[in-house]
């Protein structure tokens, strides 16, 4: 009986100065030999409306010492398209994935699932459960109070008075957690002034065709929920386009800058796309780095610009960061 109590402690005693080997082993592999890679997955990644975004991924990148990768992808994906993306970099050597979600019911399950093999972080919105919470961290801006902001800047400029004033409601897609959540916060701020949305439209809004803004119904304003709405809204008020209507909207793009200072949209919201990639990346690091650290999202402000404090000092920060 005892023979077999020190054959046993001494099989134990082995295993873990194996175990410890392993470890010290895998730490001196990856200390020596590579760098943690993150890959990062958006729609329509290289539009100029992520500049400040991938601005803050790369400074973060470069502070910690993280192989970043950021996707190639189209206007739009789908939920197996997304799939296919995650699968392909975890193959490649992913160690962590930024995703902003696209819209649909498998997604949550699917980012969950991925979550089991390395972190993920939302960017963005969430990938939104029945109760309308993300299971996942997400990094990225109170979506419901950009819009409500959005309705509450339209408001200040007369008044408060609202009462009897339409508005048409552009999105590029209306499926979508962000747009679903702004237009929530800017319909609820409408309806308590008094004033009603006539329309609420989505897609990519091109000059000509189905999707040519020029054939929307007349409102007294047009509120653009994302920056490539608010770019569309901005160009159809230039060409006159739009039947007198003023443009209010939410956009992060040099495009979106210069359609304010050009007096064509009237005010607009900037969410800080570049601490959203700072922080998300950063999170991911910390996640990395030490095992168990459990990974936070966190909400990125929203900045309100108008043309007359379009290049004020205090706002020179951000425009930088929407041209890189």
């Not at 009986?1 to 134990?12: A, G, P, S, T």
């Not at 653009?224 to 209010?248: I, T």
Request: charged share 25%; proline share 2%.
């Amino acid at each position: 009986m005892k023979d077999n109590r020190k054959v046993f402690i001494l099989v134990e005693s082995v295993l873990a100065v194996m175990l410890i080997g392993l470890v010290v082993r895998m730490y001196w592999e990856r200390n020596g030999e590579s760098r943690y890679k993150v890959a990062v997955i958006i729609q329509n990644s290289d539009s100029s409306q992520w500049a400040s975004f991938r601005y803050g991924l790369k400074m973060a990148a470069q502070d910690r010492d993280i192989e970043l990768s950021i996707v190639s992808t189209g206007d739009i994906l789908t939920v197996e398209e997304e799939r296919e993306l995650l699968e392909t970099e975890i193959s490649g050597g992913a160690d962590a994935v930024i995703v902003q979600p696209v819209p649909g019911k498998e997604t949550e399950e699917l980012l969950k699932k991925m979550e089991k093999k390395i972190p993920v972080m939302l960017a963005l919105c969430g990938a939104v459960t029945e109760d309308g919470n993300s299971a996942l961290p997400v990094t990225g801006p109170d979506n419901y109070k950009a819009g409500e902001s959005l309705a509450e800047e339209v408001c200040r400029d007369y008044g408060g008075n609202m009462e009897g004033k339409v508005f048409g409601i552009l999105s590029e897609d209306e499926d979508s957690a962000s747009s679903a959540e702004r237009a929530q916060g800017l319909r609820e701020t409408l309806e308590r002034r008094g004033a009603a949305v006539r329309w609420s439209e989505s897609g990519s809004f091109t000059e000509e065709g189905e999707d040519s803004l020029k054939s929307l119904p007349k409102v007294d304003f047009v509120a653009a929920l994302d920056d490539r709405s608010l770019v569309a809204a901005g160009k159809a008020s230039a060409a006159n386009d739009l039947h007198g209507a003023l443009v209010y909207g939410i956009g992060n793009s040099t495009e979106a800058a210069y359609y304010l200072d050009t007096d064509m949209v009237q005010c607009l919201i900037v969410p800080d796309g570049f601490h959203m990639g700072y922080q998300s990346l950063t999170e991911l690091a910390e996640k990395l780095e030490h095992s168990f650290y459990q990974t936070q999202g966190q909400t990125v402000s929203c900045i309100v610009l108008r043309r007359e404090n379009l290049f004020s000092e205090k706002n020179q920060e951000l425009l930088f960061t929407l041209s890189q």
